[in-house]
């Protein structure tokens, strides 16, 4: 994969709203294509501390081009009405790829992304071979898309990023039940303080 940035922006929406503000996400994405990035999704939070917000994904091959982005949506009428819904952004966080091995689909179908965020304890090379060491792993569970990247903006700037695609729950809990016994599974919960994971739907994309 090309990209070298992923940003991840979360937005807390009134429920009456939050259906809308999802139909406007998924113009917004198509916009974000056109502007500059490698695509663009749009997804509703399922679980943690954000459970019912808006997320909207983006990913770039540099910051410049997150930048020209940002300039378009500044006279984007679709990004004043989405702010109009009353959606208040709540988090804004730029990563860094800094991807391993992994055997993807041709075709991926990332319908829920499940996040993990957290400190390490163990140098980024080191984090990275145990990463390596257990994406097939994930692959072999059904896992579609498997992204480490390190934060580099925010509260959270320094933390690491693993952010995995499925295509339904069911690959997700056949997933989770492989972790429970991987070894390596186990070194990698070692090395790091979690201090997040959550599952996104995805509701739109833009490619």
Same mark, same amino acid.
């Given at each position: 994969?090309?990209?070298?940035?992923?940003?991840?922006?979360?937005?807390?929406?009134?429920?009456?709203?939050?259906?809308?503000?999802?139909?406007?996400?998924?113009?917004?994405?198509?916009?974000?294509?056109?502007?500059?990035?490698?695509? *663009?999704?749009?997804?509703?939070?399922?679980?943690?501390?954000?459970?019912?917000?808006?997320? &909207?994904?983006? &990913?770039?091959?540099?910051?410049?081009?997150? /930048?020209?982005?940002?300039? /378009? &949506? *500044?006279?984007?009428?679709?990004?004043?009405?989405?702010?109009?819904?009353?959606?208040?952004?709540?988090?804004? %966080?730029?990563?860094?790829?800094?991807?391993?091995?992994?055997?993807?689909? /041709?075709?991926?179908?990332?319908?829920?992304?499940?996040?993990?965020?957290?400190?390490?304890?163990?140098?980024?090379?080191?984090?990275?071979?145990?990463? *390596?060491?257990?994406?097939?792993?994930?692959?072999?569970?059904?896992?579609?898309?498997?992204?480490?990247?390190?934060?580099?903006?925010?509260?959270?700037?320094?933390?690491?990023?693993?952010?995995?695609?499925?295509?339904?729950?069911?690959?997700?809990?056949?997933?989770?039940?492989?972790?429970?016994? %991987?070894?390596? *599974?186990?070194?990698?919960?070692?090395?790091?303080?979690? %201090?997040?994971?959550?599952?996104?739907?995805?509701?739109?994309?833009?490619?």
């Amino acid at each position: 994969m090309a990209e070298n940035f992923y940003v991840n922006t979360v937005g807390a929406v009134p429920a009456n709203k939050l259906s809308e503000a999802v139909s406007l996400g998924v113009k917004l994405a198509e916009e974000s294509k056109v502007a500059g990035s490698t695509r *663009a999704s749009v997804g509703t939070i399922m679980t943690g501390t954000n459970a019912g917000s808006v997320v &909207f994904q983006q &990913f770039f091959n540099s910051l410049n081009d997150f /930048a020209n982005v940002m300039d /378009a &949506f *500044a006279a984007s009428s679709t990004y004043g009405k989405i702010m109009e819904t009353g959606l208040t952004v709540t988090m804004r %966080n730029i990563a860094k790829f800094c991807d391993v091995p992994f055997d993807a689909p /041709a075709n991926p179908q990332r319908k829920y992304v499940i996040l993990t965020r957290g400190k390490s304890h163990i140098s980024q090379p080191e984090l990275m071979d145990l990463m *390596a060491e257990a994406s097939p792993m994930f692959a072999e569970t059904g896992a579609q898309t498997f992204r480490f990247a390190r934060i580099m903006t925010g509260n959270n700037a320094g933390d690491f990023l693993l952010g995995v695609t499925y295509p339904s729950m069911s690959e997700i809990e056949a997933t989770y039940d492989a972790i429970a016994s %991987n070894p390596i *599974a186990a070194k990698i919960y070692d090395a790091l303080d979690v %201090n997040l994971r959550t599952i996104i739907k995805v509701q739109g994309t833009a490619m």
